[in-house]
């Protein structure tokens, strides 16, 4: 009966390691097939960053005497043809949409960017009795606008009307 007992014991432990064993080996052969998986997104990524045109940064404009219209008109805009824009020497006001702080939600807001006061600053609305928050041009870090996408007239007038006030990223600067 010893005997017996210890062969029982012997095919139960042979038994165990052969399923120990077995499921090392899908564990394995699991890994294996994730880590393909996450080789060939990583290809894949690398591959459309790679085909995708880059971002250009720009830099501030800081002369005294700079005029943001004429500045805009020489980079080929129609300001007189955006409506929703209102374009002078100093400033630009128009709607545009933000993404709220505390809810994230869209939110339409009026803008006015000021080359005097040196701010960009958002209202309720265009009466700008309200005002809801202002981005100083020494906070503006860095701009960058996606050439992939197809921007409405008046937001890429917007993005270069905010590139000459990006005083926050200084080092390319004298």
Not at 33 to 49: A, G, N, P, Y
Not at 141 to 164: G, S
Request: with cysteine; aromatic share 10%; net charge positive.
């Amino acid at each position: 009966m010893h005997e017996r007992e210890m062969e029982v014991r012997k095919a139960a432990l042979d038994e165990e390691r052969r399923r120990r064993e077995d499921l090392e080996k899908r564990l394995q052969e699991e890994t294996s097939r994730r880590q393909k998986l996450i080789d060939r997104e990583v290809k894949l990524r690398e591959k459309q960053r790679a085909q995708s045109r880059p971002l250009t940064r720009y830099l501030p404009v800081r002369k005294d005497d700079f005029d943001l219209r004429s500045h805009i008109e020489s980079a080929g805009h129609s300001a007189d043809t955006c409506f929703h824009l209102s374009i002078t020497e100093k400033t630009c006001r128009g709607y545009l949409v933000k993404m709220g702080g505390k809810i994230k939600t869209w939110k339409k807001r009026w803008f006015v960017f000021d080359r005097n006061r040196r701010t960009l600053s958002y209202y309720a609305d265009k009466h700008e009795a309200k005002l809801k928050g202002v981005i100083y041009f020494q906070a503006i870090e860095e701009v960058y606008y996606d050439h992939l996408k197809n921007a409405h007239k008046a937001m890429r007038i917007w993005m270069d009307v905010i590139v000459t006030g990006a005083e926050g990223y200084t080092q390319f600067m004298v």
